[in-house]
């Protein structure tokens, strides 16, 4: 077992699931997104744990990122949350995957490869009420859902959009935003169709916004502990950061004062120094931006990285830590001691978001799973 490796705590996972399923309410289902390997914590266990714990959809980005939950055995509804190419839709279809469009000539495409294989495929119909990346206009909802109302092996069950900055303080353009959906929604009914599932939440409308939770919501950062506003609230306690990034020091050595640590020498030891290395770099999703910036725990203390990161290596000024030793533990991301370093304070540092921070832990970091225990009921939010 590599010693650079992410443990990742379903049980609070789970916790976060409840949490979101609470909010939601009765009447509204929750969509985990486990899209991007489920924001680097691993697809196939997060959705198990996501599932157990009260989601019942769960949305990818890519039809490809559903084969390993189909092959794990997961058979709840999983929705692709873009369009795809045309000739992606036979994945769509021998998976049984809900499909978004966001033009009829995708429902058609995907119609002929249902059609020839005798199945029927669940749509999503995109509505761009803001975001600018995806989706037909409000005012094309009613012409666009008669095109895909007269075709036999697609129906249309589900009207969606996305929020463009649903964690701002200020709610205004969610809620304009929201008051377009609604005249898609209109669009919809004057094209007599009627879908089963309307959707807009992300995280952050879950949280914040009671009116965009409709009949199913779609959140992903919350479920790994971050929240959608970032550092400023990272301490929000019902919130269970479910990913600790760890390592062990590996070498230890004495840097004279006037010595240079690292490529490119932008480190040189104002004094004698005590220095460690630890085996994780940038091609472990360790981001060089953290280079001088940075700081890892070990034993509880806050210590700082020296140096430029490198592919494999970094090197941390462990002057102050008593004792120190070749295979201590080191964390990188997560709780050691009384101490904390969040996604959100190592993104920060790197002028990013903690979803970027957790989806650029890379494939050569082994993950190893805490078992899922059941979530009591939180309280409040
Ligand atoms: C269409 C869609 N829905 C939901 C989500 C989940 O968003 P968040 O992780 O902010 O909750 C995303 C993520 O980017 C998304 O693209």
């Not at 101490?339 to 970091?365: H, K, W």
Request: charged share 20%.
């Amino acid at each position: 077992m590599r010693p650079t490796h992410a443990e990742i705590d379903l049980s609070a996972v789970s916790a976060n699931v409840s949490l979101a399923c609470r909010l939601a309410g009765r009447d509204t289902q929750v969509m985990a997104v486990v899209k991007a390997d489920a924001y680097g914590h691993g697809a196939v266990p997060v959705s198990k744990a996501a599932l157990e714990a009260g989601a019942t959809w769960l949305g990818v980005a890519v039809p490809e990122e559903a084969v390993p939950l189909r092959a794990a055995g997961i058979t709840s509804r999983i929705l692709v949350l873009g369009p795809i190419a045309p000739d992606q839709a036979d994945l769509v279809v021998a998976l049984d995957l809900d499909q978004t469009v966001c033009d009829p000539s995708l429902a058609e495409a995907v119609d002929r490869v249902a059609r020839a294989r005798g199945r029927v495929i669940s749509l999503h119909l995109k509505v761009d009420t803001g975001m600018h990346r995806v989706g037909i206009r409000p005012q094309q909802v009613q012409s666009v859902a008669e095109r895909i109302a007269a075709l036999r092996s697609v129906r249309l069950v589900g009207l969606m959009t996305h929020l463009a900055a649903a964690e701002a303080e200020d709610p205004a353009f969610a809620r304009e935003q929201l008051a377009r959906f609604a005249e898609a929604e209109r669009g919809l009914a004057a094209a007599g169709v009627r879908v089963s599932v309307r959707h807009a939440a992300n995280s952050a409308a879950l949280i914040f916004l009671p009116e965009a939770r409709l009949d199913l919501v779609r959140p992903g950062i919350m479920l790994y502990g971050c929240h959608p506003r970032g550092r400023q609230r990272h301490i929000e306690p019902l919130l269970k950061p479910a990913l600790r990034l760890r390592t062990v020091i590996s070498h230890i050595q004495q840097v004279a004062r006037g010595d240079s640590v690292s490529y490119g020498r932008t480190f040189v030891a104002p004094r004698d120094l005590c220095v460690a290395t630890l085996p994780v770099g940038y091609a472990d999703g360790y981001g060089r931006l953290l280079s001088n910036q940075g700081h890892v725990l070990i034993r509880g203390l806050r210590v700082p990285i020296v140096g430029r990161v490198c592919m494999d290596m970094t090197m941390v000024d462990v002057t102050g830590v008593p004792d120190v030793r070749v295979g201590e533990e080191v964390v990188l991301i997560g709780r050691q001691g009384a101490e904390e370093i969040t996604a959100d304070d190592v993104a920060e540092l790197q002028g990013t978001i903690s979803y970027e921070v957790l989806c650029r832990i890379g494939p050569r970091v082994p993950r190893i799973y805490l078992p899922s225990s059941p979530a009591p009921p939180p309280e409040g939010f």
